[in-house]
């Protein structure tokens, strides 16, 4: 057997995002036990790359791409890749192959997986690591407001799905809740298709050293700092201390860098691979940031809450209900909504006690190997063994 892995973001050279380093340490789980062949866009390039362990299909994006997708046109702004991947593949792929599809938020990837399968009778995970952009959570549409639902696209394509892995409790509910009537997998299955697995952090449990907290206390907030994060509002909540200095790593925003400029407890620091920026955080960062802006995002869970507690770092977090959420008050530090800067303000202050400080690092300490990617990834295992058995069946 054969795991196909479509992946939108996926490091060709030895120079990965957080995004692509990701999807290739996956990548290099995956090959512990199976033989994999990763399939993924060769952006902005003319050449298919073909090798017996990658496909990369080109694809130069164009702004109409997106607003075909907007106004219903396209399934996906990658609709074009998609139509030109399943032209290479559709001979290719043999009917004992799993193809696994990932999702960011866009669908192309299990577009293409559903294609490939009525093509070639394989078997199909779908794996969100972020809830596809334009569905319905909690009343909302996620990411993007100016266009059509998805949520029965989405659907449509799920019909191919033999099994689906989620990255948030939240989600996994909703989306056994929305498609339980319609999905063949879970309508017809007497074992669960829909499972829950946390991504955990990268690489090996840290060794820390600790050190005392800085005399003023350094904040960091370090990664995408979109509106979705809307990691502005720490600003609003606490750049009026002195008793602390707020850090924010990453492409910032203009409105960040104009407040740096005036008020001398904000730093900005340019973004920094991740293996620099792992480091960076392990000697500075007192205390870890982590932000996501509407209640739709609670199906969201960021990779950096994982890094933190392997770094030992305590975390408080503007979020709204959620897995993240509620990981963080269950002992890493402290997560709110933000709309209230004295509540806000009063548990940073209680974070920042020394005993209070020192038990949250304790509690890291002693649940951080339970966290390591490797070691939840186990689960992925037996959800892709027990698919592959089941349709051997």
Known sequence: MR?????????????PSNCSGFRNYTVSLLRKRYE?????PNYGETETIRKSEMVAVPYTFRRHDMWLERIGLYDDYLQRWTDATYKVLENEIRPDDLIMAVSGGEMACIMLAS???????CKVIVNFHDPVDATNIKGKQTAIKIHV??????????????GIITCNEMYRDILIHRYRETLPCIHYSIHPCIHNVYRGFRGEPEIINRKNK??????VYAGTMSPTQGAERFIDLFGDRRDI???FVGNCSDAVKEVARTNNNIKTVAALPHNKYIEYIKDTADVGLVALNGEEYGVC?????FELINLEIPIFGILPDGDAKTMINNGYGYACEGNDKAEANRLLDKLLTDEEYDSIRDKMRADKNDWQMDKLFEKVYR???????????
Do not use: F, M, W
Not at 3 to 15: C, F, G, K, M
Not at 115 to 121: A, E, F, I, Q, T
């Open 149 to 162: 639902p998805r949520d029965q696209k989405l659907g449509k394509y799920l019909k191919s799905a033999n």
């Open 3 to 15: 795991i196909i892995y479509i992946t939108r973001t996926y490091a060709l050279d030895e120079n």
């Open 383 to 393: 959800i892709i063994d027990e698919v592959v058995d089941a349709n051997n069946q």
């Open 245 to 247: 200095e707020l850090i």
């Open 301 to 305: 869970v960021p990779s950096k809450l």
């Open 214 to 219: 800085h005399e003023i206390v350094h904040i």
């Open 115 to 121: 294609r490939l399968k009525d093509k070639c009778g």
């Open 36 to 40: 994999v062949v990763v399939v993924t």
